[in-house]
């Protein structure tokens, strides 16, 4: 296949706001397409196709760091994702959907804030224009996970695969006890992280420049407009598809880092992040569904690398499967630690 042809594959990635879409308009239980599609079609068909022999050193896609298809592709994400959002709140509240047919529904959309809320933003926020930032803080509003900016690349970089990453999994925890420490831990990072942002300025937590203050006023605003325009119930079943994203995206978290830790050389201080501090699958469709964020070695151990030039590390612990087949696998902690906790690395135990 030429390689431009083949560079298009990326565009399967909109196939989860298309499921999520059509069964809005199909109605019935068509609104579960979308849970079916990413979490029976995908897991099945990565389970049945082993990935290719991936080469080392070898870019996803291509090595230029600016591509017009490459990053037009993420930035589509931002409308597309709001027209979503709108699509579903007036689904809700002009059509007479069963409570079966709107929890379908807030489950596709929930997934779609996970997809191409969060995780596009987790790409885009790493970008270093202004511009490309603003639609990061755009998509994570659009999904109530705004501090996510902040502890990501302030937090998560810094103490990644140690006791003071929130989103690190320890060995032998479950992804159910995971998940509220999680949670907290993200949110009292984020004020901690800007708190030490605004000291170093000689400011006040409370000042203007106070970027959580900034991201919730906003989200208040998005808040009022949804209030006004649809109703308690259409601010509910907002919340409700951003919580579905959030959870989505702490069981990205759970399978990304579990059981792997750093050494630490003196009190506080860490090695380096290597490439075999993460969890990684070459499953193709799940690498095209979450742009590369399976390469998650590369990402943490060359973080200014875009999507479509992160490489295969060979040195990365492999999952036997693809991203969305772990997750699923993550859910039912039994399970998780019987096929997972005999893969980690003998050094972790």
Request: charged content about 15%; some cysteine; aromatic content about 12%.
């Amino acid at each position: 296949m030429h390689p431009s042809f083949r560079n298009l594959r990326y565009l399967v990635a909109y196939t989860l706001p298309l499921t999520a879409a059509l069964g809005l308009w199909w109605g019935g239980l068509w609104t579960w397409l979308t849970l079916g599609y990413t979490f029976g079609l995908v897991p099945l068909l990565e389970w049945l196709r082993p990935p290719a022999a991936a080469v080392p050193g070898q870019a996803a896609a291509t090595e230029a760091k600016r591509h017009l298809l490459f990053d037009g592709l993420l930035y589509l994400n931002v409308p597309i994702q709001y027209s979503l959002l709108a699509y579903f709140l007036i689904t809700l509240k002009t059509r007479h959907f069963s409570a079966l047919e709107t929890a379908g529904a807030v489950v596709a959309v929930g997934i779609c804030c996970g997809a191409l809320g969060i995780n596009v933003a987790h790409e885009l926020g790493h970008r270093a224009r202004a511009w490309e930032q603003r639609l990061a803080q755009a998509l994570l509003l659009s999904t109530w996970y705004a501090h996510f900016f902040i502890e990501h690349n302030r937090g998560h970089h810094r103490h990644v695969a140690t006791p003071h990453d929130p989103v690190t999994a320890r060995m032998h925890e479950g992804f159910w006890r995971f998940l509220p420490r999680a949670v907290r831990g993200e949110l009292r990072s984020a004020w901690a992280l800007e708190a030490e942002r605004l000291r170093r300025l000689d400011q006040s937590w409370l000042a203007p420049g106070n970027q959580l203050l900034q991201f919730g006023a906003v989200q208040l605003l998005l808040a009022g407009a949804v209030l006004a325009g649809f109703g308690g119930a259409g601010l509910l079943a907002w919340l409700a598809a951003a919580a579905v994203g959030y959870v989505l995206f702490q069981l990205v978290n759970y399978v990304e880092h579990y059981g792997l830790l750093r050494r630490e050389l003196a009190p506080g201080h860490y090695e380096r992040v290597q490439p075999h501090h993460s969890w990684n699958s070459e499953h193709a469709l799940g690498r095209i569904l979450l742009y590369e964020l399976t390469r998650h070695s590369d990402h943490h151990y060359q973080a200014a690398r875009p999507y479509h030039t992160l490489r295969h590390q060979p040195a990365s612990p492999q999952m036997p499967t693809g991203y969305p087949g772990m997750m699923l696998l993550a859910a039912v902690p039994p399970l998780w630690f019987r096929v997972m906790n005999r893969r980690v690395p003998v050094a972790f135990n």
